[in-house]
Nanobody, 119 residues
Framework: QVQLVESGGGLVQAGGSLRLSCVASGSIFTINPMTWYRQAPGKQRELVAGITSGGSTNYADSVKGRFTISRDNGKNTVYLQMNSLKPEDTAVYYC?????????????WGQGTQVTVSS
């Protein structure tokens, strides 16, 4: 099995920065794609940033240029550096790992970490 634990959320003022971490543990023997999502009250969960097994990254238009996703494969950890935060970034941020087993994809989710940006 796989377990994901996010950390690093908190309360910051608009224009500030936070770095989120997601540590994966369990039956992980390969480098897997990792994705950050977020969900604000009353809204659908949306993709924020992703990083592939090859290290390629992608971002939602709303965060491009402000957020940076990276990973430390030795620690099975993915990071989300968030700069120039806006009140619109307020949400619970979730980490997801996509793992292939016998040709079938399975998604594993963390519990989420709250990010609140005050104006």
């Amino acid at each position: 099995q796989v377990q994901l634990v996010e950390s690093g959320g908190g309360l910051v003022q608009a224009g500030g920065s936070l770095r989120l971490s997601c540590v994966a543990s369990g039956s992980i023997f390969t480098i897997n794609p990792m994705t950050w999502y977020r969900q604000a009250p009353g809204k659908q969960r949306e993709l924020v940033a992703g990083i592939t097994s090859g290290g390629s990254t992608n971002y939602a238009d709303s965060v491009k240029g402000r957020f940076t996703i990276s990973r430390d494969n030795g620690k099975n950890t993915v990071y989300l550096q968030m700069n120039s935060l806006k009140p619109e970034d307020t949400a619970v941020y979730y980490c997801k790992m996509s793992k292939m087993s016998r040709g079938i994809a399975a998604d594993y989710w963390g519990q989420g970490t709250q990010v609140t940006v005050s104006s």
